[in-house]
């Protein structure tokens, strides 16, 4: 009986097997911390990314002053009945002035309702920001001249609306870069995964510039997500994506200015997360005491953006006290300037609240409308006005 010889698989050699495959994730993820170029205390940190221009980081130290000192007069007034509600960014101002100077006048903003130091810090009357807070109408300035949409209340819908302008700006062949704020709560609505798909999908430009702020009202990011951070919500959808000090304003600059190339240059749009901190309540209306304790909030004072960046100007020698004593007054006058004016109640004609719902008013809204006429009619007969 003859044996059968059988051919013995063997492994093959290290230098014949198949080259692992590039992982096609790893340009897609963020830096394992977040991109730091000055400590706390101001001194300078190894970096490979380009620092910012001089004169950029100075336009933004003032910008930064004039911005907190509008934000603390914006909460000054509603304490005294001027604003119905106003949502304090203080301590988050590099990320708002550092957003605002990465874009282009030409580019579009389009901000959540805590976005009021971004807005005056492009240049935009802060009365006029003002004016959705006071209630007097949907918004007080003119979105295409500004590129600046209105203040988004609703979570995350900007989202879809900065991907959607993105792609028609695109597609008429304009350079335009959009940038949608985005706070860490926003991120668990499904407008905010939509948005970044369709961005993704159709290489819009737009920057999604998520300020981890910690909180989500009294939510703690804890209960938002449990990946390593927000930041890798991009990978999911093939954007790429960074994380950054929130509280570093040379860094986020820098970040945001290498974000809005990548999208400017038609590689599609690009995801970046600030750890930052909202110092005050998340509105007046809210007792921030219930659900977090000042230990914390004391830890996040001593990370103050201006104090930061106000070091490494002075370490440089690219700013003095004459300077910031400069820049303190022209915010003072700022500050004192949209006091006076906002202390002058516009007149407003109850009738526009029926202007611009449709652009051809329905027979319900025209019904309404009428209403409203007989009622203001029936008012001025008893006060003895007709």
């Known amino acids: 009986m003859t044996t059968t010889s059988r051919a013995v698989r063997r492994a093959p050699s290290p230098s014949r097997r198949a080259a692992t495959p590039p992982d096609p994730a790893r340009e897609l993820l963020p830096s394992a911390e977040p991109v730091r170029m000055l400590d706390p205390s101001g001194t300078p940190l190894p970096t490979t990314l380009a620092e910012p221009a001089v004169d950029q980081l100075r336009e933004m130290y003032r910008r930064m002053v004039v911005g907190r000192r509008f934000d603390a007069q914006s909460t000054a007034l509603t304490k005294q009945g001027k604003l119905a509600v106003y949502p304090s960014s203080r301590g988050q101002e ?26 005056v810090s492009r240049g935009i009357d802060p009365v006029e920001v003002l004016t959705l807070l006071r209630g007097d109408w949907h918004c007080g300035y003119d979105p295409a001249v500004r590129h600046t949409a209105p203040q988004c209340t609703p979570l ?65 990011l804890s209960r938002q997500t449990a990946a390593p951070s927000l930041s890798y919500k991009g990978v999911g959808y093939g954007v790429p994506a960074e994380q950054v000090d929130g509280n570093d304003p040379v860094a986020v600059l820098a970040v945001l200015t290498r974000a809005v190339a990548h999208a400017r240059a038609g590689n599609g749009p690009y995801l970046v997360e600030a750890h930052t901190y909202r110092m005050e309540p998340h509105t007046n209306a809210d007792d921030a005491t219930r659900y977090r304790d000042g230990a914390e909030i004391e830890v996040w004072r001593d990370r103050d953006p201006i104090v930061r960046l106000e070091a490494y100007l002075r370490a440089r020698g690219v700013l003095d006290d004459q300077a910031v004593a400069a820049v303190a007054a022209e915010a003072e006058a700022y500050a004192a300037d949209l006091r006076t004016r906002m202390h002058d109640r516009p007149g407003v004609d109850p009738l526009s609240l029926f202007d611009h719902v449709y652009a051809e008013p329905t027979p319900q809204l025209r019904e309404q409308r009428e209403q409203v006429c007989a009622e203001l009619a029936a008012d001025a007969d008893r006060r003895g006005e007709n």
């Open 156 to 220: 995350a819908t900007q989202c879809v609306h900065a991907a959607g302008l993105a792609y028609g700006e695109a597609h008429q062949g304009r350079d335009t870069v959009a940038l949608a704020f985005i706070g860490d709560g926003a991120t668990s609505e499904g407008d905010f995964h939509e948005g970044v798909n369709f961005a993704a999908v159709f290489k819009a430009p737009v920057v999604f510039f998520v300020q981890n702020n910690k909180y989500a009202i009294s939510v703690p």
């Open 94 to 119: 590099a990320c708002q002035v550092g957003a605002v100077l990465a874009l282009r006048d030409t580019d579009w903003v389009f901000p959540t309702y805590r976005e009021s130091t971004a807005l």
